[in-house]
């Protein structure tokens, strides 16, 4: 495994750049901005590439990596399903598994030092976020914060196995790593009694916000691509629109979501499936879709969880010459709000009677 401890100084946040091989694919935690150019020139060195960025929580004392990524390398980004930010690719919650190539990571959902913290184990380390940090915790002050989940949170990765490596999201004395035991018998905030004791001295802690709060907090909620951009060059659709679509001979209905995300939600009935990393080979000269798209002219129409990566893939397909190429703005969020109809069985149907709506003619809003 390809694993690097990255440290950005102003703020004191480690991000993990994670991989199984070299010449893989690649997964950052908790990417800085600043740091941005670095990451790349380090995965270009390592000859990786990088398909996933995932922040713990929303961050208040730096400005994510996150969304710059997504635009200079087309990765997915991904935060828990509570967190505020815009649009992410992916929204995941506790039990989820947030893969790559070769390796795989267990989400925790262990909120308190925000509502929207989360941690991930995998084999024999776990990325604890703010929540547990080395001989600390994260502050329970501001964004949701609360010390009793957090104790709570606190239990369950205590409960993990002793000799866990621990590696945080920040520390600010320049350690680096520890274990769920060295924590347990350490770390002078986990030696309470109770819940109770917890709280109480979280309570009076009483710390100056963060210097970058009211700068990084905003920048962390906007994150998303801007959809209208590609809805104004007419390649998007709504929920609505989509309906009169889907079913007729000249469009094709494509998932970018992964297996999980298809199981978890349901899908549009009679959609290819074609997960976001494997879309640029398909889209390009001899790819399953770029021959299906030329050879019988039909439209492709994208749709992932929330419009992110289908967006990325419309414009992908463009660039590809694929020029009908376009998605549902929102995706299958939009989808459902419009329609809100999962069936018993997991599957999301379109409602619309296919016999009706192929015979009426495609909106142009596609072109
Ligand atoms: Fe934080």
């Given amino acids: 495994m390809i694993f ?11 991000s993990y750049l994670l991989a199984s091989r070299r010449g893989g694919e690649a997964l950052i935690i908790d990417p800085v901005l600043e ?10 060195d390592l000859d990786l590439r990088l398909v996933k960025a995932v922040d713990t929580h929303l961050h208040a004392d730096h400005i994510t990596g996150l969304g710059a990524l ?12 509570q967190s505020k930010v815009d649009v992410v690719s992916i929204r995941f919650g506790d039990g989820d598994r947030l893969g790559i190539e070769g390796l795989s990571l267990d989400i925790l959902y262990t909120p308190g030092h925000t509502d929207d913290s989360y941690s991930f184990a995998m084999d024999d380390r776990v990325f604890t976020g703010d929540t547990l940090l080395i ?3 994260g502050r329970t002050d501001f964004q949701n914060g609360d010390a009793r989940m957090q104790y709570e949170s606190l239990q369950r990765l205590l409960r993990l ?13 320049g350690d680096m790593v520890s274990t769920i ?7 002078p905030r986990l030696q309470v009694k109770g819940a109770d004791d917890y709280v109480a001295l979280m309570d009076n802690l009483n710390l100056p916000n963060p210097k970058m ?39 094709v209905l494509i998932d970018l979501r992964e297996r999980g995300e298809r199981d978890k939600r349901g899908q549009i009935a009679g959609s290819l499936h074609v997960p976001y990393p494997e879309l640029q080979e398909s889209i390009g000269a001899g790819g399953v879709l770029h021959e299906l798209a030329t050879t019988t002219g039909k439209r492709l129409l994208f749709y992932c969880a929330f419009g992110e990566r289908s967006a990325m893939a419309v414009q992908a397909a463009q660039d590809a010459g694929l020029l009908t190429a376009c998605h549902i703005e929102g ?13 018993d069985d997991g599957i999301v149907r379109n409602s619309a009677d296919f016999s009706l709506v192929a015979s009426r003619s495609t909106p142009a809003a596609c072109q």
């Fill in 4 to 14: 690097r401890q990255l440290f950005e100084p102003v703020s004191c946040t480690y």
């Fill in 35 to 44: 740091k941005v150019d670095r990451y790349l020139k380090l995965m270009e």
């Fill in 70 to 81: 997504r635009d200079r390398t087309h990765c997915i980004t991904a935060m828990g399903e």
């Fill in 135 to 137: 001989r600390g915790t």
């Fill in 161 to 173: 196995p002793d000799e866990m490596l621990v590696f945080p999201a920040h520390d600010y004395k």
């Fill in 181 to 187: 035991a060295e924590e347990r018998r350490c770390n």
């Fill in 213 to 251: 709060m009211d700068v990084a907090v905003p920048t962390n909620i906007r994150q998303g691509l801007l959809q209208a951009e590609i809805a104004r060059r007419g390649w998007a659709v709504t929920a609505d629109e989509a309906t009169k679509l889907i079913g007729t001979r000249d469009v």
């Fill in 331 to 343: 995706g299958m969020g939009a989808w459902i709000e419009a329609f809100g109809h999962e069936a």
